[in-house]
């Protein structure tokens, strides 16, 4: 889950007179236990997730009420839980992301609309309309009226929701009819109180069960010929019912019935929803306070259907203009409103989308502009002056003004921020893979999906032709597979596969034995929606064994349904191996094998892993214990500044920076604090062949002794050669030196670095040189040996020599040899090695041991080096010592590491060569 509601949960079973805080779909839940709900369903999804969450969560400290609560694989399957009220008096509610969860839903709501219902059946929707929106920008109205389902749109004020929802429950009971009721973002989220009741428990409950089943009776069936009956019913009873009911609560709301002069004769018909910016708009005018009192009519409607005739005429009657306010397009209420008048005999001129925008969100601003048109159609200019209306249009044209200075004073417009992956998503490794084979096969179709993977449509990775629904990827490539030489690709989350995936997708595909290829990213969870769980989510006990590493490799069922199901080519790779799911990707698409291929992409959610980490960790460092955390950076000497790296990632913690040298004139890549070391920069620079200025740091948090000798054996190893660490790691490991326990008792400890990684703390060499007089400073030696142009070393016969730093001017055992050199080029005129000591935790990982090992074979056999690369970092033979490597959970991942049979390492060992020769793709050559 993605996160904790402890404390929410705490505040639903506030009792009678106590006090409320909180955000509207929390007031949604509280409202549902104090109106009796029986029984609770629903799928997640922005922006009333949290009341499903909540609900699973609270199943425990609500348990004495009886209240059943199913978090349910679709909102399909929620939408049919509420056939529990067509035969018995249970108040039920359902829950789920509209209008797409409206639409795959439908088909049971049409039947339980032409049933029609006993007990209360409440259906909440968020509608994610307008600027905030993530889904297609259709409207639940249109659905409502087309299936005679009673809409609600309450507006957003935490009081009048919770009153709706309890009214909701009472006009579904008194009309025999569901209810719809749209929350949009903005009334999910506002904040407010209001005065709780106690909570009820149901008559027929968990605790309370029925002892018989309801009695046969067919008219409760939507099934011919009873659905004759029941759609005559929808229009001769249940609506007339639901209207009284409607004019007897007093369920729409009426405000500045006091209003007087010319600012009577006009009126506003407003939506429940659009209320609050209304509101804000005519206090910008001068014509209402912030708690919503009114100078001018205004009929607020929290029932949007059906429209009540007589209240309606009421209201419009006698009135000089009446402006309609209802977002998005058609324009149902203000159709429907027109004939209303008509068939009532009223005259008053309606106005509408001839002021206001036909589609998107009615914002402050555009609700102000459309005030402003109706005040100068409607009002004399000096008649709203005198009775204290704002010049309207001044207004607006001094926010028209005040966008347009800012546009000039940004000289230009800013870069798009597009959405993106997650730090260390286990997803962008997939689409960095797909990234490779594209260019080495061309481009092919790729069919996207609804979930986290729908951001690989944005840059870098720009993939993706069509989105047609939640797991209907493989199905939209159907039409595509039989008219294309190159295979489409689909790609679908866990949570897709399970909402819709299987059987629209998979199961069609067999069953027709189509050929293509389907990626299903197994995360573990359907993590779009704040990861939730799923049939296939790993075990809390695995999880907790887990520790930091991937748990989802445990959870099987994706792959035991795909071959019950009759699935031959199948193939599952831990997503961090770049390599591997290069190749898995190539096979698929280039096999002869016919049938569908299907890769499974394991790699827990990054947001979840983390979750369990943190905790994990603090909880060491409290006890004082050892603990490694693995980070990531650039050697900013090596970096080329061509930046492949990032086309190829996308990460948010790999980013751009200056370069300290004043000779670089780009910028280079550099990796921020975010880093959690997933290890797909490492892994993008072995499986493209890009520059190896990657290094690995694993920062070591109450070091041991071992850790301590080592960290000093490797201070004074770097500084016998001169060698110094990169920039950025030096930095680094300063930052993580500061001790984190300072508040214990015993003495702080500092942290260092491992073997192989960046070297620690300088202490040691510190006092050594402060206990013979020397500098505090341990490059002041190297700087004066750089300036002077000598760098010691021994020659074959193990003699001291005086070179230009290369690899071939040094040799003998008595220095570390292999261990110590971690330089990959040299500078002409005795300067440093740009590239420091390289922190390669695994040689073999990014492809930086053949620096190691030609510079070792060189200073064995007498070769010079190549000296007209001498001014430029080398890639130097990048293949691995032993043809694998561990992944980003510490996992061996075989033969990943080497190059497909047949295919030569790119690069002949021991050969310099330099950046700026590179192929079409960007690739070193």
């Not at 506030?14 to 409202?31: D, H, P, Q, S």
């Not at 009886?66 to 049919?80: D, I, K, P, Q, R």
């Not at 092919?444 to 990775?461: R, W």
């Not at 620690?760 to 142009?789: C, I, K, N, V």
């Amino acid at each position: 889950m993605e996160r904790s509601f402890a404390r929410e949960i705490e505040s639903l079973q506030l009792g009678e007179g106590e006090t409320f805080r909180g955000e509207g779909i929390l007031a949604v839940t509280k409202a549902l236990l104090q109106s009796g709900v029986s029984y609770v369903g629903g799928y997640q999804g922005a922006p009333i997730s949290h009341l499903l969450d909540v609900m699973v969560q609270a199943r425990e400290p609500l348990s004495h009420l009886g209240v059943h609560v199913e978090a349910c694989t679709n909102e399909a399957s929620a939408a049919a839980m509420l056939g529990a009220s067509i035969n018995y008096p249970m108040r039920g509610a359902v829950t789920w992301k509209s209008i797409v969860g409206t639409n795959v839903a439908a088909d049971a709501l049409s039947n339980l609309a032409s049933a029609g219902v006993i007990g209360g059946a409440l259906i909440v929707v968020g509608e994610d309309y307008g600027e905030g929106a993530s889904v297609i920008q259709e409207r639940t109205h249109g659905f409502a009226m087309k299936s005679a389902l009673w809409l609600m749109d309450p507006r957003p004020n935490l009081p009048t929701i919770v009153r709706m929802v309890e009214s909701a429950f009472e006009l579904s009971e008194a009309s025999n009819t569901p209810v719809m009721m749209e929350l949009r973002i903005r009334a999910c989220h506002v904040q407010g109180q209001f005065r709780c009741k106690d909570n009820r428990a149901a008559a027929i409950s968990t605790r309370t069960p029925l002892g018989e089943a309801a009695v046969f009776n067919y008219d409760r069936l939507s099934h011919p010929p009873a659905t004759y009956a029941q759609e005559r019913l929808k229009g001769e009873v249940r609506m007339p019912a639901a209207r009284r009911f409607i004019v007897e609560q007093a369920l729409n709301e009426r405000f500045g019935q006091d209003a007087q002069g010319p600012l009577a004769g006009l009126g506003i018909i407003v939506q429940g929803g659009v209320f609050n910016s209304l509101v804000r708009a005519l206090q910008r005018l001068g014509l209402a306070d912030a708690l919503g009192a009114t100078r001018l009519p205004v009929l607020c409607l929290n029932v949007v259907y059906p429209l009540v005739p007589a209240e309606l005429a009421d209201f419009c009657r006698g009135k000089q203009a009446v402006l309609v306010l209802e977002e998005g397009q058609p324009e149902y209420i203000e159709h429907e409103l027109s004939a209303i008048l008509r068939r009532e005999g009223v005259g008053t001129p309606l106005h509408g989308k001839d002021l206001l925008p036909a589609g998107g969100e009615y914002t402050t601003e555009l609700l102000t502009a459309g005030l402003a048109r109706l005040f100068a159609l409607r009002l004399p200019a000096d008649e709203a002056r005198a009775h204290g209306v704002a010049d309207a249009q001044a207004l607006v044209d001094a926010l028209a003004q005040r966008r347009r200075r800012a546009a000039e004073l940004m000289a230009g417009p800013l870069p798009p921020r597009p959405p993106t992956f997650c730090v260390g998503c286990p997803e962008r490794p997939v689409f960095s893979a797909l990234k490779m084979v594209r260019e080495d096969l061309g481009p092919m179709h790729m069919a996207a999906d609804i979930g986290c993977h729908a951001f690989a449509t944005f840059e870098p990775f720009s993939m993706g032709n069509s989105i047609l629904g939640y797991g209907m990827s493989l199905a939209s490539a159907a039409g595509v597979t039989p008219l294309q030489q190159r295979r489409p690709v689909a790609v679908m989350g866990d949570g897709g596969f399970w909402h819709n995936g299987l059987l629209s997708g998979v199961a069609s595909n067999l069953l027709n034995q189509g050929d293509g290829v389907l990626v299903v990213m197994k995360n573990g969870y359907t993590s779009a929606t704040g990861t939730q769980e799923l049939i296939s989510s790993p075990q809390d006990l695995l999880k907790r064994l887990a520790g930091a590493g991937s748990a989802t490799h445990t959870e099987t069922r994706i792959e035991d349904t795909l071959r019950g199901l009759g699935v031959t080519w199948l193939r599952t790779v831990h997503t961090y191996g770049v390599g591997d799911m290069k190749r898995t990707l190539e096979a698929a698409l280039t096999t002869d094998e016919p049938g569908l291929k299907v890769i499974v992409a394991e790699g827990e959610c990054q947001l979840e892993r983390q979750r369990r980490i943190r905790p994990m960790v603090a909880a060491q460092l409290q006890r004082g214990e050892r603990t490694v955390r693995v980070r990531y950076g650039v050697d900013e000497d090596v970096c080329s500044g061509d930046h492949s790296c990032i086309r190829l990632s996308g990460c948010p913690s790999l980013t751009l920076k200056d370069p300290d040298d004043p000779l670089k004139l780009d910028p280079v890549a550099s990796v921020n604090q975010h880093c959690v070391g997933c290890g797909l920069c490492g892994e993008n620079a072995h499986a493209a062949t890009l520059c190896p200025s990657f290094h690995r740091v694993e920062v070591i948090q109450n070091p041991g002794w071992r850790d301590r000798w080592l960290a000093r054996w490797r201070e004074l190893a770097r500084r016998a050669i001169g060698g110094r660490a990169p920039a950025a790691a030096r930095a680094q490991v300063r930052a993580r030196a500061r001790p984190q326990a300072q508040a214990r008792a015993r003495a702080p400890r500092h942290e260092c670095a491992p073997s192989r990684s960046v070297p620690g703390h300088r202490r040691f060499g510190a006092r050594r040189r402060a206990a013979h007089g020397q500098s505090a400073d341990p490059r002041a030696g190297r700087r004066r040996r750089g300036r002077a142009g000598r760098l010691a070393g021994r020659d074959g016969a193990g003699r001291r020599t005086a070179g230009a730093g290369h690899f071939g001017a040094w040799r003998g055992p008595a220095h570390g040899r292999d261990l110590l050199l971690h330089r990959t080029a040299a500078r002409a005129g005795g300067r440093r090695s740009p590239a420091g000591v390289l922190p390669v935790a695994d040689p073999g990982r990014h492809r930086s041991a053949g620096v190691f090992r030609a510079a070792r074979n060189r200073a064995r056999t007498g070769a010079r080096p190549d000296r007209s690369a001498a001014h430029d970092p080398a890639v130097i033979d990048r293949a691995p010592a032993d043809g694998g490597r561990e992944d980003a959970d510490g996992r061996r991942a075989p033969g990943s590491g080497a190059h497909p049979a047949g295919r030569p390492n790119p690069v002949p060992r021991g050969r310099v060569l330099r950046h700026g020769r590179r192929d079409p793709r960007g690739r070193h050559r």
